[in-house]
């Protein structure tokens, strides 16, 4: 099943009441960018701004954790994001945060989620219109219903591991195997014991993912059985929603995503680590 639109079928159904367009962009503590001031200076026209960071459990001392399902309700309500609509989720770099934003909005309890083909970038290559300012909605119902299944913590990982289970972590090789140090300050470097590194962007192409028999590919590639149950991982939980998002377009139907991931993991002095490559 396909979790994307174009942008031709955004453009044509842009005035439908039925379609809310969500800008889901995020970008790395150090990347110098400023996701909000961004989407103020233009976005695609009536698009919410939904901030990962604001919206979630601020409370954890954890990045963009999942709040509960009372709190995340009142939240995209305030923002007049309706869970029975069609929810259409793009970021402004191509494909990055924006499966972080489906997946949360899945986890959720939303009807449909979607996300947009080469995002933001494509929207603006195309010279299709933008609109300044915030875009401001009435409120809204979200009646938020929480998949846990879906979610996967610390003690789950932990045991998870030590039980040899299927651990996918999206972060690149280098921070894999602890070979460069973390963007985040405090962390250990390497990986959680048994896991196996597949980089989120191996499955990117043009903004979109890759096509199925490549992403099947790539996943068994990296030694998961996409038939049994598997975690994913990366560092604070956002690129681990690619992971998810390929996993579930090849059909897997038993995939968590670890929601403190490596700044979690990385950060607790119980949390074995290991170095050097999957193994």
């Known amino acids: 099943m396909s979790h994307f639109v174009t942008t031709q079928w955004l453009a044509d159904h842009?005035?439908?009441?039925?379609?809310?367009?969500?800008?889901?962009?995020?970008?790395?503590?150090?990347?110098?960018r400023d996701a909000q001031a961004e989407y103020e200076a233009g976005h695609i026209p009536g698009a919410i701004f939904f901030d990962l960071d604001k919206n979630a459990d601020t409370s954890s001392g954890l990045p963009h954790m999942l709040p509960d399902a009372d709190t995340f309700s009142a939240m995209a309500g305030a923002l007049g994001i309706a869970s029975d609509k069609t929810l259409v989720v793009y970021d402004e770099a191509g494909l990055f945060s924006a499966p972080r934003a489906w997946w949360t909005f899945t986890v959720m309890g939303a009807r449909v989620v979607k996300i947009l083909e080469g995002g933001g970038p494509k929207w603006r290559a195309e010279d299709r219109p933008l609109e300044s300012g915030e875009s401001i909605a009435p409120r809204a119902t979200f009646d938020a219903k929480f998949d846990n299944a879906a979610v996967a913590g610390f003690e789950q990982v932990l045991a998870a591991s030590q039980a040899g289970q299927q651990i996918l972590d999206a972060r690149g090789a280098a921070r894999f195997t602890g070979d460069t140090p973390e963007p985040r300050a405090g962390l250990k470097s390497g990986h959680i014991p048994q896991s196996r590194n597949l980089p989120f962007d191996a499955l990117i192409e043009n903004g979109t993912l890759k096509p199925d028999a490549e992403l099947e590919k790539a996943i068994r590639a990296a030694g998961i059985d996409p038939a049994k149950p598997v975690i994913t991982s990366c560092g604070s939980g956002v690129t681990a929603a690619v992971l998810a998002l390929a996993l579930d377009t090849i059909g897997a139907e038993k995939v968590a995503l670890y929601d403190g991931s490596w700044t979690e993991?990385?950060?607790?002095?119980?949390?074995?680590?290991?170095?050097?490559?999957?193994r």
């Open 14 to 32: 842009l005035d439908d009441p039925d379609i809310q367009v969500i800008d889901a962009s995020w970008h790395m503590p150090n990347s110098g």
């Open 265 to 278: 993991w990385g950060g607790r002095d119980d949390a074995p680590v290991q170095t050097g490559p999957a």
